[in-house]
């Protein structure tokens, strides 16, 4: 099976590692990984600004850059949203939009390929670890996939994973939302740091880079002591051996 990598903005630029534990995982499931070069941004910031216009050129670019792959999968519930949206932007061109339909039916956030395509919930991992789950508004609303993390997750030997309270809001990240109105931004990551607190949780876990570089600036600037992790890093961690890295020391081809 031959599936093609969207590492997004901030997976490229800022997590890296998350890029390679998704490739690794998916290869050691049998999958074939590339990495298209002509990707770029989603479009989605410019998109929720209201440059339509703006993000259609992006959503052109990127439907282009994939128009060869038989899945996409990306380790972003929020981008991989975008994704889908691209149809709804093309309605007045009909060609693009089923180019864009056509690349929508074969895009998923990382553990939703995992659970609902490959079929598979067992990944053999380990992590010692009392961890809590954010769940992104993108990924868990507008891409409706609630469930297949938590089935990952349950079978990580050695995790504990904790319920998050209100784990419905938002960590106040949004993108350009968080640069906007950043004073209300600030007042709803304080809210969740303090519900990952009421949790006693050592490790908090999410499927959304974006979120998780919110929440864990926020937990960093007051101190906390809380590590922050994409779920790909824990599931593709083994503590008999350490991290599951078999090329650890080879050159990443994702950047």
Request: charged share 25%.
């Amino acid at each position: 099976m031959k599936v093609s990598l969207f590492i997004t903005c901030l997976g490229e630029l800022f997590y890296a590692k998350v890029g390679k534990d998704v490739t690794e995982i998916l290869e050691r499931l049998g999958c074939e990984v590339d990495f298209p070069k002509g990707q770029i941004c989603c479009g989605q910031p410019a998109f929720n600004s209201g440059y339509l216009n703006d993000a259609k050129k992006a959503a052109k670019q990127m439907i282009h850059a994939f128009e060869d792959a038989d899945y996409i999968v990306s380790p972003s519930g929020s981008c991989t949203t975008m994704f889908r949206e691209y149809p709804k932007m093309f309605v007045d061109e009909p060609g693009w939009k089923l180019k864009a339909e056509a690349m929508a039916d074969k895009t998923y956030e990382f553990t939703q390929f995992i659970v609902h395509v490959l079929g598979v919930e067992d990944l053999g991992a380990e992590y010692e670890a009392k961890a809590t789950v954010h769940t992104s508004c993108h990924m868990s609303r507008l891409l409706g996939e609630k469930e297949a993390p938590f089935r990952l997750l349950k079978h990580v030997k050695g995790l504990e994973v904790i319920p998050l309270p209100n784990n419905y809001d938002c960590c106040g990240f949004g993108g350009t939302f968080s640069v906007k109105m950043s004073p209300i931004s600030e007042e709803m990551v304080d809210e969740k740091v303090r519900h990952i607190e009421e949790t006693e949780a050592e490790l908090v876990i999410g499927s959304d880079c974006s979120c998780l570089m919110n929440i864990g600036g926020r937990i960093n600037r007051k101190g906390k002591k809380i590590e922050v992790k994409h779920i790909a890093e824990i599931l593709n961690h083994h503590v008999k051996g350490g991290s599951h890295h078999a090329n650890e020391n080879r050159e990443s081809t994702l950047l």
